[in-house]
């Protein structure tokens, strides 16, 4: 890994002792998040990255990651099917002839939506 970085920068002169203490601290992080840290580190500095700030990269890729396991997990309990009673016929003709229910169109609702949305990001 360590060694990735000095192909990458071979202007500087690495000192081999530099190159241990970067491994030995890195060591402690998991490979995979290093690798990609230092895959963009390699594009984006212009001078050799200091220890810390690949360690601030590789948590940037592990923040990352949690947020996005957060957003799918909760993706997942929105999206999971909810069981519904249906309402008994006999009933909904009754609200329905008292005016007090009815069928909604999927674009009623969508409209419906976004005028709720509207109205609770003005509050």
Not at 44 to 54: G, H, M, Q, T
Not at 67 to 79: F, G, I, N, S, V
Not at 103 to 111: A, C, H, K, L, M
Request: charged content about 30%.
């Amino acid at each position: 890994m360590v060694n990735e970085l000095v192909v990458a920068y071979q202007s500087l002169k690495i000192d081999p002792l530099t190159v241990g203490v970067y491994a030995a601290d890195l060591a402690k992080l998991p490979i995979n998040d290093v690798r990609e840290a230092i895959r963009i580190v390699r594009s984006r500095l212009k001078y050799f990255p200091s220890v810390a700030e690949i360690v601030e990269l590789v948590l940037e890729i592990q923040e990352r990651r949690a947020a996005e396991y957060t957003h799918q997990q909760t993706r997942k309990q929105l999206d999971y099917p909810r069981v519904r009673t249906p309402m008994p016929d006999d009933l909904k003709q009754q609200l329905i002839s008292k005016g007090l229910f009815r069928e909604w169109s999927s674009e009623e609702t969508d409209r419906s939506l976004k005028k709720l949305s509207l109205i609770n990001l003005k509050a």
